[in-house]
C-alpha cells in the first residue's frame, strides 16, 4: 500500500458526460500528479501540482482539468467524454518535485 | 523514434535466472525511474536515480548519464517477478516521459 488513495475504482459512463476523479496523496506530500494509461499510447503526464498550484502541464486535454485543494486532495475533471478517453488515471504523489513518486491504485475508466 | 527506449518488450525466462532490462533516453534528464506494474494495474516505484548504482533486495538499477543509458537486473529470478517494467525520465521541473514497458515472465 503506497498511501495514495484514489477513488471510484471503477467508473464507467457514456460519452458526452463528465465525471470527476479523486486522489488523496500521502501524507506529507506537497506535490500530486496525473498520469493516462491506455493501450495505445502507454503512460502518459498529464498535470502537476505542487502545494495548490498547477506546476507542470504535459499532454493534457482541454476538456480535462484538475486543481489542488488546501488539504492537498486532488481532483481530476474530465469533461465531454469520448470512447477513447477509457483508460487507467494513476495519480502518484511525492514530498517534493525531486522526489521519488508513490502511485495509487488508479481509477480505471470505461466510456461507452 | 521515442525519446524512452526500452528492450527488450517482452522477456520470457526460467526461475533463478539473472536477469537485464535496458532503457535508452535521449533527452537531458534530472532521475530516472524503474517502476514494476502488475497484472492487476497497480504501479509501484522501484528507484529513483541520477546516477551510478542503487539495490534494494534481488534488484539492481544502474544509469550511465553520459551514455544516457540505465539497466534494471533481477537476480535469482521468481514467478512473483512476472509483470511489465517500465523506465521514466525527468523528474523535477520536467514532465515524466515513459518507456512502452517490458513485459516479463518469469516460468517456475
Known amino acids: 500500500d503506497s498511501g495514495v488513495t484514489q477513488t471510484p475504482k471503477h467508473l464507467i459512463t457514456a460519452t458526452g458526460q463528465r465525471v470527476t476523479l479523486r486522489c488523496s496523496p500521502r501524507?506529507?506530500?506537497?506535490?500530486v500528479y496525473w498520469y493516462q494509461q491506455s493501450l495505445d499510447q502507454g503512460l502518459q503526464f498529464l498535470i502537476q501540482?505542487?502545494?495548490?498550484?498547477?506546476?507542470a502541464k504535459g499532454n493534457i486535454l482541454e476538456r480535462f482539468s484538475a486543481q489542488q485543494f488546501p488539504d492537498l486532495h486532488s481532483e481530476l475533471n474530465l469533461s465531454s467524454l469520448e470512447l477513447g478517453d477509457s483508460a487507467l488515471y494513476f495519480c502518484?504523489?511525492?514530498?517534493?518535485?525531486?522526489?521519488?513518486?508513490?502511485f495509487g491504485p488508479g481509477t480505471r475508466l470505461t466510456v461507452l | 523514434k521515442n525519446e524512452v527506449e526500452q528492450s527488450p518488450q517482452n522477456l520470457t525466462a526460467q526461475e533463478g535466472e539473472f536477469i537485464t532490462i535496458n532503457c535508452s533516453y535521449s533527452?537531458?534528464?534530472?532521475?530516472l525511474h524503474w517502476l514494476q506494474q502488475h497484472p492487476g494495474g497497480g504501479i509501484v516505484s522501484l528507484f529513483m536515480?541520477?546516477?551510478g548504482k542503487k539495490k534494494h533486495g534481488r534488484l539492481i538499477a544502474t544509469i550511465n548519464i553520459q551514455e544516457k543509458h540505465s539497466s534494471l537486473h533481477i537476480t535469482a529470478s521468481h514467478p512473483r517477478d512476472s509483470a511489465v517494467y517500465i523506465c521514466?525520465?525527468?523528474?523535477?521541473?520536467?514532465?515524466?516521459?515513459f518507456g512502452q514497458g517490458t513485459r516479463l515472465t518469469i516460468n517456475p
Open positions: 536515480l541520477s546516477s
Open positions: 501524507s506529507g506530500d506537497l506535490s
Open positions: 521514466a525520465v525527468g523528474g523535477g521541473a520536467q514532465k515524466l516521459v
Open positions: 533527452v537531458g534528464i534530472s532521475a
Open positions: 502518484a504523489s511525492s514530498v517534493f518535485s525531486e522526489n521519488e513518486q508513490f
Open positions: 501540482y505542487y502545494n495548490g498550484e498547477e506546476r
